[in-house]
């Protein structure tokens, strides 16, 4: 946070991936000179196994944000073409969205599997877990600068209220745009880093339960116990948006009527002679 602060880069993008890259630079160092330091040698691998494995998982986090920053930011021809879409109404703008969103999936789905298997490689089951340990090593910092995000919107919003000048709100845009980049790098990060950890928790207890008991346990597709429970399983984070977006519409709907509700009863509030009643749009939304 020092860094971000002294360094002297004038895009606010920059300046605050620039924390994170020191971040990762430091993480890769110190994690070399520890390992050589323990100097534990692992079976069928190589004492710098883990290293490496801690390296492909630093890397494939600093990817996953680089990724996260072409896909969202405003300087980039993703966001440029979705902005062009809105041109042709609603509709092709949601269309254009979704299907930008669905894309974006491509690479850090690729960069994990790839961190995955070249951690298995180099260190076996260990090297996973050292991979998912070099990505969470940065995601202090990363965490970090995605709480910017709040604080740029939340300037905004009160340069508005204030009546400050036009100048004051663009350079407060400028800086919102860059916190909802921010906060999507936020969301690869811990994304990626829950991937590495449920495949590290899948295999310990594994290990565990062939530990305590006499009979071998194995995870096989052909079992249809375990197709069932991962059909069941898949299924619940859809459910759970399901009910979230559904409570969202509900909210939105009861704030909608309420907005014209008070347009049609307080007088010249259309036109910006009367006052609105915004206590009533946060009970509704906040009950």
Same mark, same amino acid.
């Given at each position: ?17 620039? /924390? ?17 330091? @323990? /100097? ?21 986090? @600093? ?7 072409? *896909? ?9 073409? @979705? ?6 109404? &609603? ?7 979704? !299907? ?9 789905? $690729? $960069? ?6 070249? /951690? ?27 709480? *910017? ?6 300037? /905004? ?6 009546? @400050?000048?036009?100048?004051? +709100? ?40 062939? %530990? ?29 948006? %399901? ?8 909210? !939105?709907?009861? $704030?909608?009527?309420?907005? +014209? +509700? ?24 906040? &009950?």
């Amino acid at each position: 946070i020092a860094w971000i602060k002294g360094v002297r880069i004038k895009d606010p993008q920059s300046r605050l991936n620039s /924390g994170t890259y020191l971040g990762a630079i430091l993480m890769i160092t110190g994690s070399f000179f520890i390992i050589r330091y @323990l /100097g534990i040698a692992y079976e069928n691998y190589s004492l710098l196994g883990p290293f490496w494995a801690i390296i492909t998982g630093v890397i494939s986090g @600093l990817v996953i944000g680089e990724v996260s920053v072409y *896909y969202t930011s405003s300087k980039y021809k993703p966001v440029k073409d @979705l902005a062009n879409s809105c041109q042709s109404g &609603p509709a092709v703008m949601v269309v254009s969205g979704l !299907a930008l969103g669905m894309h974006s999936t491509l690479i850090p789905v $690729v $960069v994990v599997a790839a961190a995955t298997l070249i /951690g298995f490689l180099v260190a076996g089951m260990y090297g996973v877990a050292m991979a998912a340990l070099g990505m969470l090593s940065i995601l202090g910092i990363t965490l970090a600068v995605d709480s *910017y995000g709040p604080v740029a919107d939340n300037a /905004g919003g009160i340069a508005e209220m204030a009546h @400050l000048p036009p100048e004051v +709100r663009q350079v407060t845009d400028k800086l919102d745009a860059v916190g909802n980049t921010t906060a999507a790098i936020g969301k690869g990060f811990a994304i990626g880093s829950a991937a590495f950890a449920a495949l590290g928790l899948m295999t310990a207890y594994r290990a565990t339960i062939n %530990s305590l008991s006499s009979h071998p346990f194995s995870l096989s597709l052909a079992d249809p116990k375990l197709i069932a429970g991962l059909l069941v399983g898949g299924m619940v984070p859809y459910l759970y948006g %399901s009910m979230l977006a559904r409570g969202v519409g509900r909210v !939105a709907s009861g $704030v909608v009527e309420e907005v +014209r +509700r008070q347009f049609k009863e307080i007088p010249g509030l259309m036109e910006g002679k009367g006052r609105a009643d915004p206590s009533q749009c946060v009970n509704i939304a906040a &009950p």
